[in-house]
């Protein structure tokens, strides 16, 4: 079993930033791309950002130059630096791992997500 733990949501005024981590934990082998996506009230969800297991990344156009992922991978934890927030941006955000497990069984794993609203 894989584990992803998400935690650093919050309210935040217009402008500001935050930080949102995601540790994955369990019976990890290895771990392919990491990503962060987000859900919006009435909306579908949406892919935020990506990062493989190299270090490359892309984005959303609508979070370009605002968000930065990163991922540290001897700790599995993947981290998605948002500033610049707009009132749009607020959702519940979610990562995910594509992980192959000890038992070398590969499959993609989601956590339960953590809230970010900006608002003033």
């Not at 190299?54 to 934890?77: E, H, L, W």
């Amino acid at each position: 079993q894989v584990q992803l733990v998400e935690s650093g949501g919050g309210l935040v005024q217009p402008g500001g930033s935050l930080r949102l981590s995601c540790a994955a934990s369990g019976s990890i082998f290895s771990i392919y791309g990491m990503e962060w996506h987000r859900q919006a009230p009435g909306k579908q969800r949406e892919m935020v950002a990506h990062v493989s297991s190299g270090g490359s990344t892309n984005y959303a156009d609508s979070v370009k130059g605002r968000f930065t992922i990163s991922r540290d991978n001897a700790k599995n934890t993947v981290y998605l630096q948002m500033d610049r927030l707009k009132p749009e941006d607020t959702a519940v955000y979610f990562c995910n791992a594509d992980t192959v497990t000890i038992a070398r069984s590969r499959a993609l794993y989601w956590g339960l997500g953590t809230q970010v609203t900006v608002s003033s």
